[in-house]
């Protein structure tokens, strides 16, 4: 399993910044990367944007687009990476949204994630399905950012 002292060296070597936008991980992903001494080199910060009306508020994801698709949704995941990235004035942004239960919400199924990163060019999202507890969920969301930051930035 990766951990985040491969993607702290990544962006050290690069040159590159990083930022985050978490909901359902509740700055877990925050406190992996800062977890070991360099971070504050590439790692500019995040927010956590647990409840929906910070998610328009501070981020300005659009309102209209929550109704639509709801707060748990790729079309979400995207608008907060992007932005975050705007925000945070990062070279990528890491963004997170979805269930990590127990009880299903917005009718989407406990398990149900998005992640999505944002560069200066693109925004994409990834959808998993994951299994366990809300512990579980959330660890396994921050251990599949990491992954898809990996081969990103490699």
Do not use: H
Request: glycine share 10%.
């Amino acid at each position: 399993m990766i951990d985040s002292r491969e993607i702290n060296k990544l962006f050290c070597e690069k040159g590159l910044t990083l930022g985050s936008v978490e909901s359902f991980t509740g700055g877990l992903f925050a406190q992996s990367i800062t977890a070991f001494s360099g971070a504050s080199r590439f790692y500019k910060g995040g927010l956590v944007t647990y409840a929906t009306e910070e998610k328009v508020r501070l981020l300005g994801i659009c309102q209209t687009d929550v109704d639509k698709y709801g707060v748990i949704s790729k079309e979400i995941a995207c608008q907060m990476a992007e932005k975050g990235r705007e925000s945070l004035d990062v070279d990528y942004c890491i963004s997170f949204t979805g269930n990590a239960g127990p009880d299903a919400m917005e009718s989407k199924q406990v398990g149900e994630v998005y992640i999505g990163i944002a560069d200066k060019n693109n925004v994409e999202t990834y959808a998993f399905l994951l299994k366990g507890s809300r512990q579980d969920i959330q660890n396994e969301g921050v251990k599949n950012a990491l992954e898809i930051l990996k081969r990103k930035i490699s």
